[in-house]
């Protein structure tokens, strides 16, 4: 007879993986990589193709030569996340050698230098594309146009309609708008002018990624839909009060906020661990982002939002509590 | 109608009811019966027997040591061979009174007959009597915590019961002792139920059953509806949704009653329920009605390795080794054997522990199958806060219980951590929080001790 053995329960797990999860969000995240090929063509294969290359060598690198890890954290697949959605927050005509700076930036910095996975306070992908967007701001706000399928470093550019949106605005001028594509062109990403980052163009696709995520239980809807709906809500607001402010349905499609309530807020690490916490989360970096957004000097507040959030993280796991069974009102 | 269940948390795991159509079988006499003295909650057995001493089956041997405690009667006769100490679930050796079977001679007081005794041809049944029979019995909580049954039935003078609620749920995987009793011994069940009622001075009962027993719920509903119906008592079968862990006391009034109980130390009688297991209203009945002490009970033998997994009608202090012999000998290898399901069972270091009165289940599992995996660091995704039926935050209490932050585990709540391991079955990074949670629990609950003690 073979040995007994003992240990304390449960005695049975239930097969979920840290890598389940991970390569959960990468099948996720296809059908906007599908949708960003099929729009940019071959500069954004070149960008996505360099940044998830750039980030998978980064993570082994400096698990092998600088944690002197004994396992190497590569195959956990966060890595290849994290190359995905700095690329998808890029333009598609970034040279190479600026997207290798974003990458390690967002490997080396945001993420290995506190400890690797679990450990981070910032998106990593996020902090990345802020790097960037300090050091590089002309490469990094000028925005190919859709449909180009050939060119890379000599995309032509143009106006995305976040630019047109912050133009009325800042014009105070409502006439500006009628640029605006289409709702529904909006939201399958096809559109002339300027398209934005590349990860952003398709609404419909990101969607799709977040259905599937939510049915294979990967996260939970309380981060997407309260950002979603604090940002309907308050642009509707605005939009009610002054017709210079776009339409809330305009507000919803362009730029990264699909992008970032689906995919950056909802990463596992620099979000809160109770839905209460997710939610105040999810309804700050809402109204953070219209404010950015139609008051700062970018046209683009998603990001900046979250990474305000990320800072707020631990605090909120601090003071905001899962409803204790039994837990008699006070 | 919409299918019952508890409000926070929860986890679904693979069933594998293997044993589910077995019927039960009368497990064989042991050469030798162990009777550790603590087989309950609470103060352990004294021995009244000694060395040498003839003993009958249902001979008392240990009476109660104090108020919480019960007595342990023979479940064998023949003769008393030593008072020694050997190895029970908790590993180490205690204190038990070893019995050398000879022949099968029962107590004379007691009915062995199978004809079914109802409440209505005993008048002298009074809610005191039936409490006194319960505790001169030993019953105890049948569902693996073993707590006095009298106890429960009489209520501190603070709280007023209002229902029995029957736990029928066996939300564990594997185990299927209670709905194979369900299913052989449903009228018996039902009387027990009764004589609960009549002794919690109550009119309102439940039969709390998932959904994954449509036999069970089908068969008790038409039983309950021919015995109930017209009677003073309300009677419902109550179908839950399969999740982990409804058995639990909590929160099984929960999902039946829609009330929580409050943390410790309040119990479900504060909210007006008294649980009790099925096996214990079956043992109820066999106590009241058939003066029978607790001594047997069902166990199932199971494990995907066993070559006849199987049901047992059990005389407790057969050591397990002879019923996994019965079931077709241990498999070949290196193996967990389990008191218990895989969610909260314990792993045993002996093959010669003996069945008690809590003891529902014997299980083994595989090296393969339940060997943990390395722990990865945590990514922070929250399913342990999701899945936890306390509300509680597995990943903050293993964490503070890490770095001994014992004062911040308290003001956190760890106390009410029922060790259900739902954080820890479901955690993708395989980290070991249960075990890093009973620590931290076990001591604030002997820091909370000793400032009452000084008091």
Same mark, same amino acid.
């Given at each position: ?19 389940? +999860? ?5 099948? /996720? ?23 998830? $290359? ?36 890029? =333009? ?10 974003? $990458? ?43 449909g180009q399928w050939d060119t890379y470093l000599d995309a032509e550019t143009g106006a995305t309609p976040l630019s047109i949106i912050n133009w009325a605005i800042r014009n105070g001028d409502a006439t500006i708008l009628e640029q605006l594509p289409s709702s529904f062109d909006l939201f399958i990403g096809n559109h002339s002018g300027g398209a934005g980052a590349m990860g952003e163009i398709c609404a419909l696709a990101l969607l799709f990624g977040l259905a599937f995520m939510l049915y294979e239980k990967i996260i939970t809807w309380h981060i997407p839909v309260s950002i979603l709906g604090t940002v309907f809500v308050f642009s509707g607001l605005l939009h009610l009060a002054s017709p210079i402010y776009p339409d809330p349905l305009s507000v919803l499609l362009t730029g990264g906020l699909m992008?970032?309530? *689906? ?11 109770? =839905? ?15 404010? *950015? #957004?139609?008051?700062?000097?970018? =046209? ?9 959030? +990320? ?12 409803? #204790? ?6 | ?98 019995? +050398? ?16 005794? +109802? ?28 707590? =006095? ?65 449509? $036999? ?15 009677? /003073? ?110 969610m909260m069972g314990k792993a045993l270091t002996s093959t010669e522990v003996p069945i008690c009165k809590g003891t529902n289940s014997v299980t083994i599992l595989s090296d393969d199958e339940a060997r943990r995996k390395e722990p990865e660091p945590c990514i922070r995704c929250a399913k342990c806060v999701l899945v936890c039926p306390m509300g509680l935050e597995p990943y903050l209490l293993a964490k503070l219980s890490e770095v001994k932050n014992w004062e911040r585990c308290e003001r956190e709540d760890i106390v009410n951590c029922i060790e259900c391991g739902s954080c820890q079955f479901t955690c993708p990074a395989y980290r070991p929080l249960l075990d890093n949670i009973r620590l931290g629990k076990s001591t604030v609950m002997g820091i909370i001790r000793s400032r009452a003690a000084k008091?």
């Amino acid at each position: 007879m073979g040995k007994l053995i003992v240990s304390l329960s449960p005695h049975v797990h239930g097969r979920q993986s840290v890598e389940r +999860n991970m390569y959960g969000v990468i099948i /996720a995240l296809m059908p906007a990589m599908l949708a960003t090929f099929y729009f940019f063509g071959l500069g954004s294969v070149i960008v996505t193709a360099t940044s998830v $290359a750039a980030c998978c060598f980064f993570e082994w690198a400096i698990c092998k030569y600088i944690l002197k890890k004994k396992e190497n954290t590569l195959l956990d697949g966060s890595a290849v996340i994290t190359g995905l959605l700095l690329a998808f927050n890029l =333009p598609s005509n970034l040279p190479i050698w600026i997207i290798l700076i974003g $990458a390690l930036f967002a490997i080396g910095v945001a993420k290995m230098s506190f400890g690797g996975l679990g450990h981070n306070i910032f998106n990593p992908a996020l902090v990345g594309r802020a790097a960037l967007l300090v050091a590089f701001p002309a490469q990094m706000t000028t925005w190919p146009k859709i449909g180009q399928w050939d060119t890379y470093l000599d995309a032509e550019t143009g106006a995305t309609p976040l630019s047109i949106i912050n133009w009325a605005i800042r014009n105070g001028d409502a006439t500006i708008l009628e640029q605006l594509p289409s709702s529904f062109d909006l939201f399958i990403g096809n559109h002339s002018g300027g398209a934005g980052a590349m990860g952003e163009i398709c609404a419909l696709a990101l969607l799709f990624g977040l259905a599937f995520m939510l049915y294979e239980k990967i996260i939970t809807w309380h981060i997407p839909v309260s950002i979603l709906g604090t940002v309907f809500v308050f642009s509707g607001l605005l939009h009610l009060a002054s017709p210079i402010y776009p339409d809330p349905l305009s507000v919803l499609l362009t730029g990264g906020l699909m992008l970032g309530a *689906i995919f950056m807020a909802t990463d596992y690490v620099t979000s809160p661990m109770t =839905p209460r916490g997710q939610l105040i989360y999810g309804v700050c970096i809402g109204f953070l982002t219209i404010l *950015i #957004r139609n008051w700062g000097a970018y =046209p683009e507040g998603m990001s900046f939002a979250i990474l305000i959030m +990320n800072a707020f993280t631990p605090l909120i796991n601090n003071y905001v509590k899962p409803k #204790r069974f039994g837990e008699v009102a006070k | 109608m919409k299918i019952r269940t508890f409000s926070i948390g929860g986890i679904h795991a693979d069933e594998n009811k293997l044993t589910h159509d077995v019927a039960t079988k009368v497990a064989a006499l042991p050469k030798q019966a162990i009777f550790p003295l603590s087989q309950h909650i609470g103060a352990p057995a004294k021995p009244v027997v000694q060395k040498g001493d003839k003993v009958k089956v249902g001979t008392l041997i240990a009476e109660a040591g104090g108020f919480v405690s019960a007595p342990i009667f023979s479940s064998v006769s023949g003769t008393v061979f030593k008072i020694d100490t050997a190895i029970d679930a908790t590993g180490y050796r205690k204190p038990v009174i070893i019995i +050398n079977v000879e022949g099968d001679e029962w107590e004379e007081s007691i009915d062995r007959s199978d004809k079914l005794e +109802n409440v209505e041809n005993h008048p002298e049944l009074t809610p005191e009597e039936i409490v006194s029979r319960i505790k001169d019995a030993g019953v105890v909580g049948m569902g693996g915590a073993c707590f =006095p049954t009298f106890i429960k039935l009489t209520p501190p003078p603070t709280a007023k019961a209002e229902c029995v609620i029957i736990n029928a749920v066996e939300c564990e995987p594997y185990i299927t002792a209670d709905f194979r009793l369900m299913m052989e011994h449903a009228d018996e069940i039902l009387v027990g139920l009764e004589l609960l009622m009549m002794a919690a001075k109550v009119t309102t009962g439940y039969i709390g059953i998932e959904i994954n027993k449509p $036999a069970a719920i089908e068969l008790l509903t038409k039983k309950c509806a021919e015995k109930f119906n017209g009677s /003073a008592y309300t009677v419902e079968v109550v179908p839950l949704k399969q999740r982990y862990p409804q058995g639990g006391e909590k929160q099984l009034v929960d999902a039946v009653i829609h009330r929580q109980v409050p943390a410790p130390p309040a119990i479900p009688v504060n909210v007006g329920a008294i649980v009790q297991n099925v096996g214990t209203a079956f043992a109820v009945y066999e106590a009241v009605m058939k003066h029978k002490p607790l001594f047997e009970r069902y166990t199932t033998v199971t494990g995907k390795r066993l070559e006849n997994p199987g049901n047992f009608l059990v005389r407790m202090g057969t050591p397990m080794q002879d019923l996994i012999d019965a079931c077709g000998g241990m498999p070949e290898g290196d193996n967990k054997l389990l008191a218990g399901g895989p969610m909260m069972g314990k792993a045993l270091t002996s093959t010669e522990v003996p069945i008690c009165k809590g003891t529902n289940s014997v299980t083994i599992l595989s090296d393969d199958e339940a060997r943990r995996k390395e722990p990865e660091p945590c990514i922070r995704c929250a399913k342990c806060v999701l899945v936890c039926p306390m509300g509680l935050e597995p990943y903050l209490l293993a964490k503070l219980s890490e770095v001994k932050n014992w004062e911040r585990c308290e003001r956190e709540d760890i106390v009410n951590c029922i060790e259900c391991g739902s954080c820890q079955f479901t955690c993708p990074a395989y980290r070991p929080l249960l075990d890093n949670i009973r620590l931290g629990k076990s001591t604030v609950m002997g820091i909370i001790r000793s400032r009452a003690a000084k008091k």
